[in-house]
Nanobody, 117 residues
Framework: QVQLVESGGGLVQSGGSLRLSCAAS????????MGWYRQAPGKQRELVAA???????NYADSVKGRFTISRDNVKNTVYLQMNGLKPEDTAVYYC???????????WGQGTQVTVSS
């Protein structure tokens, strides 16, 4: 059974930092492209940052230079370090695991990030 468990969300003031974690189980972690997405109220879910094809990374333009995605293939965990947070970063953040070759796609339950101005 695949599980992606996010943690680290919360309430932070504008300019502050948070570090999200996503612990994966039930998958061969190193084979998966791991990523973070977010969904704000009334908006579609959007990519924040993700690994693609190994160690390559993609970032949304809105977070470049402020957020950093990383992974630990021993701990089966992916992280999102978020610095310089802005109120517009407020959203539910979801962890995603994707194995493109087999078209496997899994999601976590989400963690709320709220940035106050």
């Amino acid at each position: 059974q695949v599980q992606l468990v996010e943690s680290g969300g919360g309430l932070v003031q504008s300019g502050g930092s948070l570090r999200l974690s996503c612990a994966a189980s039930g998958i061969i972690f190193r084979l998966y492209d791991m990523g973070w997405y977010r969904q704000a109220p009334g908006k579609q879910r959007e990519l924040v940052a993700a690994f693609s094809g190994g160690e390559s990374t993609n970032y949304a333009d809105s977070v470049k230079g402020r957020f950093t995605i990383s992974r630990d293939n021993v701990k089966n965990t992916v992280y999102l370090q978020m610095n310089g947070l802005k109120p517009e970063d407020t959203a539910v953040y979801y962890c995603n695991a994707r194995y493109v070759i087999r078209n496997y796609d899994y999601w976590g339950q989400g963690t709320q990030v709220t940035v106050s101005s």
